[in-house]
């Protein structure tokens, strides 16, 4: 019998192992720009401004795990798939490899539809509707844990450490540089009233209270207006934050999570380095100074304002694809597309992705922690 390829497109199928290798996607899943200046000259440098393939190649994933891109992005199933539509005849193959491409998101509305015209058929979640159920949930299981720990209380605070590991082949988040991940962080006292909050997001979903241009890296939060984002941020030739892609000429900020295995020695280390204050953080992807750990260690330095009582906390790790403020500087521009764009924005569901999300319950802290009574 003739294949669905043949007879309705007159092509023949050839099998090649190479489509097995993570090679197959290092060509699009690795964006070099060529920067230009603010009056659009080109500089003359490059800019690295996706490196998923060399995060990975950084990491535990090629040689330890022998984990390649499709292991998790295109994951086997062993029933057998009928490969078209509208063939009654043809027989199932197995076994098959998903071809869903789940990210961490969940935001179908203005960017997928940007996809399906600029992927013409590659990578597309929906081009073709396979006949088995959607396994998106085994990449969301697998983005990242979080381990949240109290640690003690004295001098009027209590002290939490908030551990986030990545679980993806490559740097959490990864691709492209609009995807941010947003840790919150809530504790609230017996009665119910907020104590501390840090991570909250506004109607817009901008993070509150951030700092501008940006916000930093930290090790330690210890006020409700610093915030934990893990986010690449592009600098221009002025050393000015930009999301311009051209204008890219320097990271000024870049502490997405690397994966297992990542060091600062390796070969592949100048196309994703860690950029900013994460560097100088000692449990960043570091233990006892050891690399390639792999998580993040945030310490959450809680002023108790004299309470004394049970303090209960929540821990949210959201995943943006498209904060507002990234298209803050598009908005400044005008054109056929990017009027179509931004009114597909507006109409999209931006709520952020949870991605993971932990609680402590009646912590106690003791009568005499508090600065009016010590
Ligand atoms: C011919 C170019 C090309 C190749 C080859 C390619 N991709 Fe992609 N891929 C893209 C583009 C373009 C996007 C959309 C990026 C965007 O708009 O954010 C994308 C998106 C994705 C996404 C994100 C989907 C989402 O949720 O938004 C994943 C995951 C992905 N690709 C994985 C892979 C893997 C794994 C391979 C190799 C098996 C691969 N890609 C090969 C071009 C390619
Ligand atoms: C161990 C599992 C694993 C491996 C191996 C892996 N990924 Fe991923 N990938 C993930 C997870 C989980 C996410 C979602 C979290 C994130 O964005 O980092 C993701 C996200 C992505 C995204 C971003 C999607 C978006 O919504 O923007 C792209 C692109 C991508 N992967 C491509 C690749 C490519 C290319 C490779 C191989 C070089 C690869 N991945 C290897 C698990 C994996």
Do not use: W
């Amino acid at each position: 019998m003739i294949g669905p390829m043949q007879l309705y497109v007159g092509l023949t199928p050839a099998y090649s192992p190479h489509i097995s290798e993570s090679k197959t996607c290092s060509p699009c899943h690795t964006l070099i720009s060529n920067s230009v200046d603010l009056t659009g000259v080109p500089t003359g440098t490059t800019f690295v401004e996706q490196a998923t393939y060399h995060e990975y190649l950084n990491s535990d994933f090629p040689l330890v795990e022998m984990a390649t891109c499709q292991t998790c992005h295109m994951p086997k199933i062993e029933d057998p798939i009928k490969i078209a539509n509208g063939y009654t005849a043809l027989p199932g193959r197995t076994p098959f490899n998903l071809h869903t491409f789940a990210g961490a998101k969940q935001f179908h509305g203005a960017t997928h539809q940007r996809q399906q015209s600029k992927l013409r058929g590659v990578c597309s979640r929906s081009n073709v509707r396979f006949n088995t159920q959607s396994k998106h949930s085994t990449i969301k299981t697998r983005n990242a844990d979080l381990i949240s720990q109290f640690d003690s209380s004295g001098n009027d605070t209590a002290y939490f450490s908030i551990q986030l590991k990545n679980k993806a082949g490559h740097k959490f988040p990864s691709g492209y540089p609009s995807r941010r991940a947003v840790v919150q962080f809530v504790a609230l006292k017996a009665n119910g009233d907020t104590l501390f909050s840090s991570g909250l997001f506004d109607n817009d979903y901008e993070v509150k209270n951030i700092s501008t241009p940006f916000e930093a890296h930290h090790d330690f939060i210890h006020s409700s207006t610093q915030a934990q984002i893990y986010e690449m941020v592009m600098g221009d030739v002025n050393g000015n934050k930009t999301t311009v892609l051209e204008r890219a000429f320097a990271p000024l900020k870049d502490n997405r999570i690397p994966p297992r295995g990542f060091t600062t020695l390796h070969s592949a280390y100048d196309t994703c380095a860690i950029v900013g204050d994460a560097l100088n953080d000692l449990d960043f992807n570091k233990t006892a100074g050891l690399e390639g750990k792999g998580h993040d260690i945030i310490h959450y330095h809680l002023p108790l304002g004299g309470y004394s009582g049970n303090l209960s906390v929540e821990v949210k790790v959201f995943y943006q694809t498209l904060p507002p403020a990234f298209l803050d500087e598009m908005k400044t521009f005008s054109s056929a597309e990017i009027d179509t764009f931004l009114s597909m924005y507006a109409n999209a569901n931006k709520s952020p992705f949870l991605v993971k999300s932990d609680s402590l319950i009646n912590i106690l802290i003791p009568v005499g922690i508090g600065s009016n009574t010590t």
